[in-house]
């Protein structure tokens, strides 16, 4: 099975190599490498080359944003299976994809999750909080959970059964994503009980409150959008859980 992993980037020299040697360092022999940078300007350009080892595809030019570029990056995918690694992100170690592949060929599976850890840029050894992709229901969308989105493949199919991501959110365009492919419950899916992937905070989604209250907006349209019915009140309901994600890592 191939996996296609997409990394978008901008402005993020000081932290890509690590992504970059990440998927490098993965054990699956299929895995094809797809960098989207959005015309940075700090020599992001300059570390991806020298890192590009194992990279299939570089483009770089400017976006209308995170999801437009993620879009740029699912039009060049042909692997079986997609995930996503943010340029300041890392898989958990070297045989997460190896897994992923083995779980989803012989489950036969359209979406496979697992967990994410937020680690501090100081301090990367040191988790802070670990995001517990287990919670997640179709059922609970209205609720805004979602799976930790680095931590989520699918089958290149889904997207072109329920199409790419909407350019005209700002943050929550993953969770509309996975409310607009699990509503209604059709996916064979399963979560695995292991961090699969260490992120950094400071992310467009970890970035203050005016992010989160942005967020919550965007998730509230987002269901409804789709024909799920919530309300504010429903979706904050959530936070009481994630502050345990602080003390359960």
């Not at 995001?131 to 889904?158: C, K, N, Q, T, V």
Request: one cysteine or more; hydrophobic letters at 40%; glycine letters at 8%.
């Amino acid at each position: 099975m191939k996996i296609s992993t997409i990394t978008v980037a901008f402005n993020a020299a000081g932290t890509i190599a690590d992504t970059l040697k990440s998927v490098a360092a993965q054990t699956l022999s299929d895995v094809e490498h797809i960098v989207v940078d959005g015309a940075s300007t700090d020599g992001t350009l300059d570390v991806i080359c020298r890192h590009a080892g194992r990279v299939a595809r570089v483009i770089s030019e400017p976006d209308a944003g995170i999801y437009d570029a993620m879009n740029k990056g699912l039009r060049l995918a042909t692997g079986d299976v997609v995930g996503f690694l943010n340029a300041d992100d890392v898989y958990a170690d070297a045989g997460v994809l190896a897994r992923v592949s083995a779980i989803m060929d012989t489950e036969k599976l359209d979406a496979l999750f697992g967990d994410a850890e937020f680690v501090n840029s100081s301090r990367p050894d040191r988790p802070t909080r670990r995001y517990r992709s287990d919670r997640f229901r179709p059922e609970r969308i209205a609720w805004g959970w979602m799976p930790a989105h680095p931590a989520l493949f699918l089958r290149r199919e889904l997207y072109e059964r329920f199409g790419i991501f909407r350019t005209d959110y700002r943050i929550a365009g993953d969770f509309e994503l996975v409310a607009r492919m699990f509503h209604g419950d059709t996916l064979w899916y399963r979560h695995v009980p292991e961090v699969l992937v260490r992120m950094r905070t400071g992310g467009i989604s970890t970035g203050g409150w005016r992010n989160t209250l942005q967020l919550n907006r965007e998730v509230l349209r987002a269901c409804r959008e789709n024909g799920i019915p919530t309300n504010l009140p429903k979706i904050l309901s959530k936070y009481p859980a994630k502050l345990l994600e602080f003390l359960h890592r």
